[in-house]
């Protein structure tokens, strides 16, 4: 009996959920394995949410929320976009989803024809390709190395851009690199994207908080405000206020593309949980230095990731500007032999290698279309990240480098 349709086979699991199923499988077998796969902060959301979702549950917001999102909480959407990025959206101009993964799942179930290419710089947040593959699009991966400092260039963006080209998806601090654009990069990429008047931005924003080493963020719309009615932000607060589990994200952008994606909603979910609405409403309006506080533990060990991993010979690492992650290059390793006598051949290898040596898992760079590297989270404390770099130097340490059996 074939149960799955036939869309679904080019779409992968999400691969941090994967490592981080074998990373708890590993545990349950008795190993001791710091899981450094998934992309969640470590700390636990503020206490005034917490409170202002049990006032909600108390005072009867348990009923079916409007579709598009809480009256409550687009205004507090509308507010933070003023306030924060000095965008200008009306209500009708925004909606709430269930993690800004639905408000992306969205725009493109709304948007995508059959084979409508969508233009993503890899390294990418993985869920992007399998979204666009789900609903038919074709995703168009731009290879932005290291030297880039993983940025999608206004080049590499001209020659990417095609008559078949809808989308193109920005996403900065980015997940899995942590890359950073300057306002001058913003404005270059909306000088190449003026000329193509069919193709829409989705400016994803979700790691906007985590910016380090002094920036100011600027949101896409703000560089490039002739470009807004092409452009859908995304947003939410899963990353900032440590609400992963909650699951509200939202978008705002063109009146006509946010109906239709909240049509698409109203098919699939209807409006977001009303409790979890009330609690990132409270979020966006309430004080902010636990936010700043977050970012300024996730800024200290990205110093000590990065410190650590110059002393491991065959790894490297550029300090990210944000986010919570270290996208490690290991072609040094590729090729390697392990104390098994076994080669590490790809970025994946070197994942195993590392979970079956020293109980690390880590993702490998070709979840996110750029290999050979691996992504650790940095959502762990000092003590666990001291832990884990000494297992990595150590596993490295046993590898032999010098008799590669590649060619
Ligand atoms: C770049 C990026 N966008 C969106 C998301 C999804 O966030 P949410 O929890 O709001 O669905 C993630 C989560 O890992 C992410 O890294």
Redesign the pocket.
Known sequence: MKFAASRLNSVKPSA?AWVSQAAKDAKARGEDVIDLGL??PDFDTPDHIKAAAHQAALTGETKYPPTGGTTRMKAAVVAKLQRENALDYGPDQVIVS???????FNAMMATLEPGDEVILGAP??G??KDIVLILGGTPVSVTCPAGDGFRLTPEKLTNAITSGTRWIFL?FP???AGAVYSDDDLRALGDVLRDHDQILILS?E??EHILFDGRRFLSFAAACPDLKDRILT?N????AYAM?GW???YGAGHRALIAAMTKVQSQISSGACSIAQAAAAAALEGPQDEVRRFCAAFEGRRDLVVARVADIPGLTLDPPGG?FYALIGCAGLIGAKTPDGAILRTDADVTSYLLTATGIAAVPGSAYDLSPFFRISTAASEAVLTNAMDRIAAAVAQLNLSESELT
């Open positions: 941090s992309g969640e269930n993690g800004a993964k639905q408000v992306i990418y947040f869920q992007y996403n980015s997940n899995p994803d979700i790691y995304v939410g607060v899963s990353k992963t699951r509200i994200g986010a």
